[in-house]
Nanobody, 125 residues
Framework: QVQLVESGGGLVQAGGSLRLSCAAS????????VGWFRQAPGKEREFVAR????????YYADSVKGRFTISRDIAKNTVYLQMNSLKPEDTAVYYC??????????????????WGQGTRVTVSS
């Protein structure tokens, strides 16, 4: 089992920045990829970004490419999501997640088994 805890959310004005953290505990040796998702009010949960644990390869949704940066600190078992140039449409609850086994795709929430509780980000206009 892997436990994930997000932090760093809050209220920020449009154009501002936030850095989210996702701290992993438990069977962290089994982690090979970690994703960030978000869910806005009345909308489905959507993929934001993903990072491979060992090689560090990163993947982004088109809506955040160039504004968000995902990174990881292996020693701290923590994944970060640096969010710059925030827009009101980035308002959502942000979740980090990791799968328990290999999948054919990692762009949908169904591919992930362990989830954090989420952290709320509100961007005011």
């Amino acid at each position: 089992q892997v436990q994930l805890v997000e932090s760093g959310g809050g209220l920020v004005q449009a154009g501002g920045s936030l850095r989210l953290s996702c701290a992993a505990s438990g069977r962290t040796s089994s982690i090979w990829t970690v994703g960030w998702f978000r869910q806005a009010p009345g909308k489905e949960r959507e993929f934001v970004a993903r990072i491979n644990w060992s090689g560090g390869s990163t993947y982004y949704a088109d809506s955040v490419k160039g504004r968000f940066t995902i990174s990881r600190d292996i020693a701290k078992n923590t994944v970060y999501l640096q969010m710059n140039s925030l827009k009101p449409e980035d308002t959502a609850v942000y979740y980090c997640a990791t799968p328990s086994r290999l999948r054919s795709s990692y762009y949908t929430e169904a591919s992930y088994d362990y989830w954090g509780q989420g952290t709320r980000v509100t961007v005011s206009s």
